[in-house]
């Protein structure tokens, strides 16, 4: 059964930093694209982040771009969100998903089969 926990929420004032951690448990995390996803009160599901499997390539939203960082550590079976200059209207609960289609995917809510309980991050004076 495939896991994914997620860690490192908080609350941080604007223009703070946190880093989420997503870790896979009972698979290995190689083969599989990892998203980061956000869903903030009363709104749908976006995309923040993903990152392939295999091939290096990562996206970002624009509303994102230049601030976070995605990265993995398959050693660690363990995909990381660098969030930098944080804003309040980066308050979500955030989720990471695996997608199987490795290299070939969408960053988006359909191609992702696994999904994290999600941790909540608020960014707030």
């Known amino acids: 059964q495939l896991r994914l926990v997620e860690s490192g929420g908080g609350l941080v004032q604007p223009g703070g930093s946190l880093r989420l951690s997503c870790e896979a448990a009972?698979?290995?995390?190689?083969?599989?694209?990892i998203g980061w996803f956000r869903q903030a009160p009363g709104k749908e599901r976006v995309a923040v982040s993903c990152?392939?499997?295999?091939?290096?390539?990562?996206y970002y939203s624009d509303s994102v771009k230049g601030r976070f960082t995605i990265s993995r550590d398959n050693a660690e079976n363990t995909v990381y969100l660098q969030m930098n200059s944080l804003k309040p209207e980066d308050t979500s609960v955030y989720y990471c998903?695996?997608?199987?289609?490795?290299?070939?995917?969408?960053?988006?809510?359909?191609?992702?089969?696994?999904w994290g309980q999600g941790t909540q991050v608020t960014i707030s004076t």
């Open positions: 990152i392939s499997a295999s091939d290096g390539s990562t």
């Open positions: 998903a695996a997608s199987i289609f490795g290299n070939d995917y969408t960053c988006r809510d359909p191609d992702f089969g696994s």
């Open positions: 009972g698979f290995t995390l190689d083969d599989y694209a």
